[in-house]
């Protein structure tokens, strides 16, 4: 069985969905947004998911210890596991991952797995730019990704990644 839990946080009302006791996606949005067949509930994962990223905003929290399942094919699993390792406060590339993931011709296809990452945040995948420089995409949208990177670098000039 699915279940919720909502959070307001600075960009926007956050949705936890819990599978069997671990995270598996997280919405964002002005209106919670869960799966028709989820109930809202308050399990471990979800109170452990509300409390860290409440931490992640306050500044209290680089990094996020939470019961993770993700669902996707093998070639997202292995760049959703490669997102996870990009530290607080760091951007790499998708060509950076792809030669992570030992791809490295497969920088555009990363870029469509990092897209369709379910649980952002607590898997950066914010934290992919171009190797160009440029900001890149992201699922939630660029100005929500400019919000998490100045948020995670206070220097971050978001001018420079157009």
């Known amino acids: 069985m699915l279940k919720y839990a909502t959070l307001e946080t600075p960009i926007g009302i956050m949705t936890f969905i819990d599978r069997g006791g671990e995270i598996c996606a997280i919405n964002v949005g002005d209106a919670p947004e869960y799966p028709a067949t989820a109930v809202l509930g308050n399990t471990r994962a979800l109170s452990s998911a509300k409390k860290q990223m409440m931490e992640y905003f306050k500044g209290r929290r680089t990094d996020f210890d939470l019961p993770l399942m ?7 699993m292995n760049v959703w596991r490669e997102l996870s390792k990009i530290p607080f406060g760091k951007l790499v590339s998708y060509g950076d991952i792809a030669r992570a993931i030992g791809l490295p011709a497969a920088h555009r296809a990363v870029g469509t797995a990092v897209g369709k990452n379910p649980i952002p ?4 995948c914010h934290r992919v730019i171009t190797s160009g420089a440029k900001i890149g995409g992201f699922r939630l949208g660029l100005p929500m990704k400019r ?4 948020h995670e670098m206070p220097l971050f000039d978001g001018k420079k990644f157009q």
């Open 121 to 124: 945040i607590i898997i950066p």
């Open 147 to 150: 919000q998490l990177l100045q």
């Open 70 to 76: 993700p669902v996707g094919t093998k070639f997202q």
